[in-house]
């Protein structure tokens, strides 16, 4: 499979690496907007693009994929503001994409376990719900895409919280999410429960960028001769991944 790579930074090295590891041919990078000038040919001959670059990039990336006919992997967050505009204009064009606030394997699992989790805490309101992430200091936005992915899967659970904010707060109907930035922390989410007389607590933390990268290769695996818009958890029910661990 020939892969294009948008953002060749940490995340987009270690990409590499897997890829060729899996047998995988790299034919185009880009790391800034001034990279991606003169290369169309070599973006339109790639079968699939991975974006891990910048949030005030990724939907020009997006779209630049779209215009090269080269299904499009975006594992870059902060940008979903935007989202639905982009699945219309994937939808308009019979394009690809399949997006993701974490690639991590583990991290998508553990997106299942707090589904379940908030639907059975919701019968018991005298528990208090929060959300606690921590990331190294290079990651920009926050709280962190996947944080943001926890706080909604929780609301669409509880009866009562309406909303996330990314601070302490006395609303109740508000969820609080709290993040914290330390140095050489790949990522670390816990989603806690607390009354007055226990606390039940879920915790993911990632060790390294690997579970990422494994995760984001793995997708541009599966979407390649896919058309419309997808997410992990579509490969998830999709995908068995007991060899893919080693």
Same mark, same amino acid.
Not at 81 to 93: G, S, Y
Not at 102 to 122: D, I, P, R, W, Y
Not at 133 to 154: F, R, V, Y
């Given at each position: 499979?020939?892969?294009?790579?948008?953002?060749?930074?940490?995340?987009?090295?270690?990409?590499?690496?897997?890829?060729?590891? +899996?047998?995988?041919?790299?034919?185009?990078?880009?790391?800034?907007?001034d990279d991606?000038?003169?290369?169309?040919?070599?973006?339109?001959?790639?079968?699939?693009?991975?974006?891990?670059?910048?949030?005030?990039?990724?939907?020009?990336?997006?779209? +630049?994929?779209?215009d090269a006919?080269?299904?499009?992997?975006?594992?870059?967050?902060?940008?979903?503001?935007?989202?639905?505009h982009v699945?219309?204009?994937?939808?308009?064009?019979?394009?690809?994409?399949?997006?993701?606030?974490?690639?991590?394997?583990?991290?998508?699992?553990?997106?299942?376990?707090?589904?379940?989790?908030?639907?059975?805490?919701?019968?018991?309101?005298?528990?208090?719900?929060?959300?606690?992430?921590?990331?190294?200091?290079?990651?920009?936005?926050?709280?962190?895409?996947?944080?943001?992915?926890?706080?909604?899967?929780?609301?669409?659970?509880?009866?009562?919280?309406?909303?996330?904010?990314?601070?302490?707060?006395?609303?109740?109907?508000?969820?609080?999410?709290?993040?914290?930035?330390?140095?050489?922390?790949?990522?670390?989410?816990?989603?806690?429960?607390?009354?007055?007389?226990?606390?039940?607590?879920?915790?993911?933390?990632?060790?390294?960028?690997?579970?990422?990268?494994?995760?984001?290769?793995?997708?541009?695996?599966?979407?390649?001769?896919?058309?419309?818009?997808?997410?992990?958890?579509?490969?998830?029910?999709?995908?068995?991944?007991?060899?893919?661990?080693?």
């Amino acid at each position: 499979m020939k892969i294009a790579l948008s953002g060749y930074g940490k995340m987009g090295k270690e990409i590499e690496k897997i890829a060729l590891e +899996r047998g995988h041919e790299i034919v185009v990078t880009f790391n800034d907007s001034d990279d991606w000038v003169g290369k169309e040919e070599e973006l339109a001959n790639a079968d699939v693009a991975i974006e891990f670059s910048m949030p005030q990039s990724v939907v020009s990336n997006i779209f +630049r994929c779209f215009d090269a006919g080269t299904p499009v992997v975006v594992g870059t967050t902060g940008w979903f503001d935007q989202l639905q505009h982009v699945r219309e204009v994937c939808w308009k064009h019979n394009r690809s994409l399949l997006y993701a606030s974490n690639f991590s394997v583990g991290v998508n699992l553990f997106f299942e376990v707090n589904k379940m989790l908030a639907k059975l805490m919701n019968e018991h309101e005298e528990y208090h719900v929060s959300i606690e992430e921590i990331h190294h200091t290079a990651k920009l936005d926050a709280p962190s895409g996947t944080a943001i992915s926890l706080a909604n899967d929780i609301i669409d659970r509880t009866d009562n919280k309406n909303v996330w904010v990314n601070e302490k707060s006395d609303k109740e109907y508000e969820l609080e999410i709290f993040s914290h930035r330390e140095e050489s922390v790949p990522g670390t989410h816990v989603v806690k429960y607390e009354s007055d007389i226990d606390t039940i607590e879920i915790t993911h933390t990632a060790k390294s960028r690997v579970g990422f990268a494994k995760g984001a290769v793995l997708a541009a695996e599966w979407l390649v001769n896919k058309k419309g818009v997808y997410t992990m958890s579509d490969l998830i029910k999709d995908v068995k991944f007991e060899g893919f661990a080693k």
